[in-house]
């Protein structure tokens, strides 16, 4: 348990739908990211929030449309997805966006498009 | 950009010690290194981080030559329950970024009995 919880932990969707991936952190902390991993591929960083602020955005397409409404929790709410965007999505959580501070990760949604 | 090079996989056994080396040959003055652990359908965990000669904790040791171009994760005493992939990560040195850690492939360890 790393006080990061990530809902749902499988979620299959087709291209057309629209979903939501929900992260919690318990940790107090003020900086939430989403990562995602693909199959034999490094772990990639989405979006980095700070104090419910989003501080990055790495070229990520607007399919994924992340969301903070406080420290807490983070979203990443899903529209007419590709099957190449199937992966494991990570949420992590630190106390601040310090390149050498620990991130606590959750356990990962493991997204499927068909 | 700064670069991680792991070797992609190594093979041990219940009760030996495991040793794998990272090269990080453009590491910045001050970057610390910070290695992680991730199991099968989970987010990587962290295990150590250090910034020059030997860090210890109950998990592992962390070796760093004074040239800190590179650096060992040891596991004394490995056990089946260790199998998994290590990242080995330091920042990125030429970006104004705080965040971008630079994640490999990392090193997929597999404990036999």
């Known amino acids: 348990e790393t006080g990061v919880t990530q809902t749902p932990r499988h979620l299959v969707m087709g291209m057309t739908n629209k979903k939501s991936l929900k992260c919690e952190q318990h940790?107090?902390?003020?900086?939430m990211y989403w990562y995602k991993q693909s199959a034999k591929k490094p772990l990639e960083l989405m979006f980095v929030?700070?104090?419910?602020?989003?501080?990055e955005n790495n070229s990520v397409p607007s399919r994924f449309s992340p969301e903070c409404p406080n420290s807490s929790h983070l979203f990443l709410h899903l529209h007419t997805l590709q099957p190449e965007d199937s992966a494991l999505y990570l949420c992590?959580?630190?106390?601040?966006?310090?390149?050498?501070?620990?991130?606590?990760f959750g356990q990962g949604t493991r997204l499927t498009v068909v | 950009l700064a670069k991680t090079t792991q070797p992609i996989s190594m093979d041990s056994y219940e009760g030996q010690e495991v040793n794998i080396t990272c090269s990080h040959n453009?590491?910045?003055?001050?970057?610390?290194i910070t290695w992680y652990q991730q199991f099968p359908s989970q987010g990587p965990r962290f295990i150590i981080q250090?910034?020059?000669?030997?860090v210890t904790n109950e998990v592992a040791s962390l070796f760093i030559p004074a040239d800190r171009k590179s650096s060992t994760l040891s596991l004394p005493r490995v056990s089946l329950s260790d199998t998994a992939v290590y990242y080995c990560?330091?920042?990125?040195?030429?970006?104004?970024?705080?965040?971008?850690?630079?994640w490999g492939a990392g090193t997929k360890l597999i404990i036999k009995p």
């Open positions: 929030y700070s104090l419910e602020e989003r501080v």
């Open positions: 940790l107090g902390h003020n900086a």
């Open positions: 990560l330091v920042g990125d040195g030429l970006a104004d970024s705080n965040y971008q850690l630079i």
């Open positions: 453009n590491i910045a003055t001050n970057d610390y």
């Open positions: 992590a959580s630190s106390q601040d966006t310090g390149r050498d501070t620990e991130a606590f």
């Open positions: 250090g910034y020059k000669t030997k």
